[in-house]
């Protein structure tokens, strides 16, 4: 059974870089045809997609993200990584990291969450 685990910190300041990573086990991040993304959910709205790295390497983001957020991983680690620039208040959100098999539609795995508050 694939596991997910987030880390970070859970105070970050505003204007500074969110960085969480996310550690996989029972499961390579470089097995063929699998993504892995980060989704979040702020105090009291919907999940937001934010952007994924397929099992090759190559990376999608959010429209809405783009400027500000990079994912990158580390094989020999079997983990992945979310960096979000210029945080502000509205980035207050629990963060997810997810597993998703041929598309980023649906994901089938989910990491128990973790929540970052930016606050000064």
């Known amino acids: 059974q694939v596991q997910l685990q987030e880390s970070g910190p859970g105070l970050v300041r505003p204007s500074q870089t969110l960085s969480l990573t996310c550690t996989v086990s029972?499961?390579?991040?470089?097995?063929?045809?699998?993504?892995w993304g980060w989704i979040r959910q702020p105090p009291g709205e919907e999940l937001e997609w934010m952007g994924a790295?397929?099992?090759?390497?190559?990376?999608y983001y959010s429209p809405s993200l783009k400027s500000r957020a990079s994912i990158s991983r580390d094989t020999s680690k079997n983990q992945f990584t979310l960096q979000l620039k210029s945080v502000t208040p509205v980035d207050t959100a629990v963060y997810y990291c997810?597993?998703?098999?041929?598309?980023?539609?649906?994901?089938?795995?989910w990491g128990k969450g973790t929540l970052v508050t930016v606050s000064s």
């Open positions: 997810v597993r998703y098999h041929r598309t980023v539609i649906a994901a089938d795995y």
């Open positions: 790295i397929a099992w090759s390497g190559s990376t």
């Open positions: 029972s499961g390579s991040i470089t097995t063929d045809y699998y993504y």
